[in-house]
């Protein structure tokens, strides 16, 4: 439900009403109680969408956005050099391996 700004154009008393939609612009006002209220257009409040598609980074600035890049690429590139070891590693020992073995089947 929204809060409504509200004028009585007899006292200039200002006060705000959280109304439904649907209801009827108030006529008293409560501080002189002439019905002389009248409702006005606000500015209204700011409204954060949740849910998907409608994410409050999706509106960060662009320096956020090219810093948060350069660090997702350094990470690519951390886990990219870590697996090239991985399997450097496993290919030496496993030549290893079938040395050994070849030379144990030789002398029989």
């Known amino acids: ?17 959280f109304e439904s939609i649907t209801s009827k612009p108030m006529e008293k006002c409560p501080s002189c109680r002439k019905k002389k209220a ?11 969408f949740k849910g998907t598609g409608f994410y409050q980074t999706d509106y960060r ?17 951390k886990t990219e050099s870590k697996a090239e070891t991985k399997t450097e590693s496993k290919s030496d020992s496993s030549s290893k391996a079938s040395d050994s073995g070849s030379s144990s089947s030789s002398k029989d």
């Open 61 to 77: 600035s662009e320096n956020y956005k090219k810093g948060a890049k350069a660090e997702s690429k350094a990470n690519e590139t």
């Open 38 to 48: 009248e409702r006005m257009i606000s500015a209204g409040g700011g409204i954060i």
């Open 1 to 17: 439900m929204p809060t409504y700004e509200y004028r009585c154009s007899a006292c200039e008393h200002k006060w705000e009403e």
